[in-house]
């Protein structure tokens, strides 16, 4: 069965500084790899995804994802960091049941907080 | 474009007593999802949608927990009765089914808390 792991339950930047928030996945096949961002009192929402092609994924709100098969990682980053950008973030895997049905694995959650 | 439209946004009852969500997902969404979270956790689903048809619903607990889509587009939660541990948040997503590929679109959640 496909897994995805985040490693950090908590990261803390300064405003301006890059930020990554990893993530790593194990999956039997080619794996389809999502980043969602949380914000308080509020639903998840779609960054990116890496489905195949260039391993670097360009998202919303500047982020970028770097799909590296050979650490099975998907690190989520950004190059200067906001406070704005403060919230939890989940990495997901797509899990293919069968061949006709599939759900998303979500991670646990990294809290990312940023300080001015 | 609305987004996927969840009420109530907040709900308290007291444990043994039904509680029911309702999810109106993106126009033209054929899958839609329930997701259970828990704090600090990540979403896990629920059930799954296929229009009206429930195609993967094996997270479900039916002994206290059902789940109806019944003209492919609003779909109902419902808990009856309600336990301590049920409180969570309830997600409802939906997504335009496009293989693999698909993304999907998140609600508000209701946050349910069972005294």
């Known amino acids: 069965a496909q897994s995805v792991a985040q490693p950090e339950d908590q990261v803390n930047v300064a405003e301006g500084n890059p930020l990554t928030v990893k993530c790593t996945y194990s999956v039997s096949g080619n794996p389809y790899l999502f980043w969602y961002v949380q914000y308080p009192n509020r639903g998840l929402q779609f960054l990116l995804k890496?489905?195949?092609?260039?391993?670097l994924v360009k998202g919303s709100y500047g982020f970028e994802a770097e799909f590296n098969k050979s650490q099975t990682s998907f690190h989520l980053k950004k190059p200067s960091a906001l406070v704005s950008d403060s919230a939890l973030y989940f990495c997901?895997?797509?899990?293919?049941?069968?061949?006709?049905?599939?759900?998303?694995?979500f991670g646990s959650g990294t809290r990312l907080s940023i300080r001015p | 474009e609305a987004g996927v439209v969840q009420s109530p946004r907040y709900k308290i009852i007291e444990k043994k007593q039904p509680v029911a969500f309702w999810c109106n997902p993106i126009?033209?969404?054929?899958?839609l999802y329930w997701y259970l979270q828990n704090l600090g956790q990540g979403p896990e689903l629920l059930i799954r949608y296929e229009n009206e048809e429930a195609v993967d619903d094996s997270q479900l607990p039916k002994d206290r927990f059902s789940a109806e889509r019944l003209k492919g587009v609003d779909s109902t939660l419902k808990i009856q009765p309600a336990e301590l541990g049920d409180s969570a948040v309830y997600l409802c997503?939906?997504?335009?089914?496009?293989?693999?590929?698909?993304?999907?679109?998140f609600g508000p959640g209701t946050r349910l808390l069972v005294l």
């Open positions: 997901a895997v797509r899990d293919f049941v069968d061949s006709s049905a599939s759900k998303i694995i």
């Open positions: 890496y489905i195949t092609g260039d391993n």
């Open positions: 126009s033209g969404h054929n899958t």
């Open positions: 997503a939906s997504s335009f089914p496009t293989g693999e590929t698909e993304t999907q679109y």
